[in-house]
């Protein structure tokens, strides 16, 4: 029979559409949730400062756009790490990483590819959900700026599934009360850079910042945000940077899963 | 012919950590199984048994292919479970545990699907395979298909495990404890259909249990695992005839739930035999089973009554009884009084 990649696709991608399906409050949550995040950092941040201080700092055009944009690019960044990297915990607690371990395949083809479908649609879906806000601000403008931050997502998927697959194989031979991912995803929303410019925190975080690839997408973002035509130029540079994490992280994924599933299996820890 | 499977000396060892004060802990081997071998041929249903912790979860997982076992082999239709691990899986339905392991808001049909299309099914096939297994574990006629699963009753959950083990019609059926917890009905629709599906001659199925009444009522041959070892094995006639010079007492008694904690020491104590068993059954009434050898029954009884009676103890029934499967098994875990 043998089971092809195409198929664990498949079935992660039904998977998602029917989990999305019955339940929709998820999915309306989905959509509002980085206008919400604008709304209470633009709150915030009116207590603080004007918009025309924000805008110096941070040498941007328009702070409200930015800021959703930057909230989307955050949540779709979380969704992947938290779909991908979380994935054999969630399927742990439900009781069906036996189920997908006895797929007739290799165990971390199954819990790579798996979980990709909903982290591509999930992450499309935090975009998307800013384009009404992108075509009220500017236009058909603001819908091609964000189609380049799309792309550019997806560019950071890359580097964010092998950063992923490291944590899940973390988890993976941990007991069940560990979740790597609690810990990381504070931290990415702290170095992201979306929120503050990243000269503010201290050195330590600013170096951080530089291994983990969602700072790299939103400083293309701040560029696609500050200029009417982008400067292609940098953006292959943050293109090159975002290709030598993704041969880092996946590299080093691949020696962690497969190091995690003899573990496993070893300890008997599903 | 190679056997449907075939496990061959097999042990497991398992470390644990055991907490002493806040940051000490010691390391502790538990040893899970301890030299296991059996075969299951073709077509029958095999039981393994044994009390909670006996090693049948861990004999699962080493011929599931979800444990990796320290020393020894095990086969499944001649393919080794470390080795073509893929291959075994391939021919393997299994279900571990009937009350999880499908997504809660997914309907039931929906989750078949997913598995299936996990399993490379698709298309025609597929909605064909999954029709027909709902249908044969009665979920269609619940009108349970396309509900979502967390809406599921337990024993729909058991009917559901089963159908996607069934899902692509593998040779080899292994289920740990598919009736666990069920109502009645429902571990009898289980247990009919797996029958039907071994006697039909294209399955075997694989068992655990600690269910002797099941065991005895479906399978072909039981192999009884006690603390990492098989300490019985052949059918089930074969076994019962280890504990032929035997009789079993029978007691329904109402007790109350602060006498029961060290009940069955204080009638090991009370009648000086270690083959003892209690089991909760409706109405919070509890079956007491007494081993004994032939011509001790007037004593023991006489003397059980006596303590219940004295203990203000309703006792609503006492039989005597031909040995059964669980007596054999109460008599091998146990030890046995007397030399059995």
Redo the contacts between chains.
């Keep these: 029979?043998?089971?092809?990649s195409t198929?664990?696709l498949?079935?992660g991608f039904?998977?998602m559409i029917?989990?999305l399906k019955?339940?929709r409050w998820l999915l309306f949550s989905m959509i509002i949730w980085p206008y919400l995040t604008a709304f209470l950092l633009i709150a915030l941040g009116m207590i603080y400062g004007s918009f025309e201080t924000y805008k110096e700092r941070l040498n941007i055009a328009n702070p409200i756009l930015y800021i959703l944009a930057g909230s989307g690019i955050v949540m779709s960044s979380l969704f992947i790490i938290d779909t991908v990297a979380t994935n054999a915990l969630y399927h742990r607690w439900?009781?069906?990483l036996?189920?997908?371990?006895?797929?007739?395949?290799?165990m971390y083809k199954?819990l790579v590819l798996?979980p990709l479908p909903g982290a591509l649609l999930s992450s499309t879906m935090g975009i998307l959900a800013v384009l009404p806000g992108a075509v009220y601000f500017e236009g058909l403008l603001g819908a091609g700026k964000l189609l380049i931050v799309l792309l550019l997502v997806y560019m950071g998927m890359l580097p964010l599934i092998g950063l992923s697959i490291i944590v899940a194989s973390i988890t993976l031979v941990l007991r069940e009360e560990s979740n790597v991912a609690a810990f990381l995803t504070p931290l990415i929303l702290l170095v992201s850079s979306v929120f503050y410019p990243i000269d503010v925190l201290p050195k330590v975080l600013q170096y951080m910042s530089r291994i983990f690839p969602t700072s790299y997408i939103v400083e293309a973002t701040r560029m696609v945000a500050t200029y009417s035509i982008p400067e292609f130029r940098a953006l292959f540079i943050v293109a090159y940077a975002l290709l030598a994490l993704t041969l880092f992280y996946n590299g080093v994924a691949s020696i962690a899963l497969s190091g995690s599933e003899?573990m496993v299996?070893?300890?008997?820890v599903? | 012919m190679a056997p449907a499977i075939e496990a061959k000396n097999l042990v497991?060892n398992?470390?644990t950590w055991e907490r002493k004060g806040f940051i000490k802990r010691t390391r502790k081997i538990v040893q899970a199984l301890r030299g296991v071998s059996f075969t299951v041929e073709k077509g029958e249903v095999f039981g393994l048994l044994g009390p909670n912790g006996a090693g049948k979860t861990?004999t699962v997982?080493i011929i599931?292919?979800?444990?990796?076992p320290d020393d020894g082999e095990a086969r499944v239709l001649g393919y080794d479970v470390v080795s073509e691990a893929?291959?075994v899986?391939?021919v393997?339905g299994?279900t571990?545990?009937v009350?999880?392991?499908?997504?809660?808001?997914?309907?039931g049909r929906?989750n078949l699907?997913?598995?299936g299309?996990?399993?490379?099914l698709?298309g025609s096939y597929l909605n064909e395979r999954i029709e027909y297994v709902l249908g044969l574990v009665g979920l269609k006629e619940l009108g349970a298909a396309d509900k979502?699963y967390e809406e599921y009753s337990l024993g729909m959950k058991a009917r559901l495990a089963l159908a996607?083990a069934l899902l692509?019609d593998p040779p080899v059926l292994i289920l740990d404890e598919p009736t666990i917890g069920l109502d009645p009905a429902s571990a009898r629709t289980i247990r009919e259909l797996l029958v039907k599906l071994a006697r039909s001659g294209d399955k075997t199925v694989l068992i655990t249990t600690h269910n002797m009444f099941e065991a005895e009522l479906i399978c072909d041959h039981v192999a009884i695992i006690d603390k990492g070892k098989i300490i019985a094995y052949g059918t089930v006639e074969e076994l019962k005839r280890k504990a032929a010079d035997r009789v079993s007492l029978e007691l329904i008694v109402s007790i109350p739930k602060n006498m029961l904690n060290g009940l069955e020491e204080k009638i090991v104590a009370l009648t000086g035999l270690r083959e003892v068993a209690l089991e909760a059954i409706e109405s919070g009434r509890t079956r007491i089973r007494i081993v004994a050898r032939p011509g001790e029954e007037e004593y023991v009884i006489e003397k059980m009554l006596e303590w219940l009676y004295s203990n203000n103890m309703k006792v609503h029934q006492v039989r005597i009884k031909e040995p059964s499967l669980e007596d054999v098994f109460i008599i091998l875990t146990k030890g046995g009084s007397r030399g059995g």
């Design positions: 029979m043998g089971v092809k198929d664990i498949r079935a039904f998977g029917a989990w019955n339940n439900l009781g069906t036996p189920y997908l371990m006895l797929t007739p395949t290799k199954v798996e003899k299996k070893k300890s008997g599903i | 497991k398992y470390v861990t997982k599931t292919t979800l444990l990796l893929e291959k899986r391939e393997i299994v571990l545990s009350e999880k392991g499908f997504f809660w808001k997914l309907t929906e699907k997913y598995f299309m996990l399993r490379g698709k979502l996607r692509h």
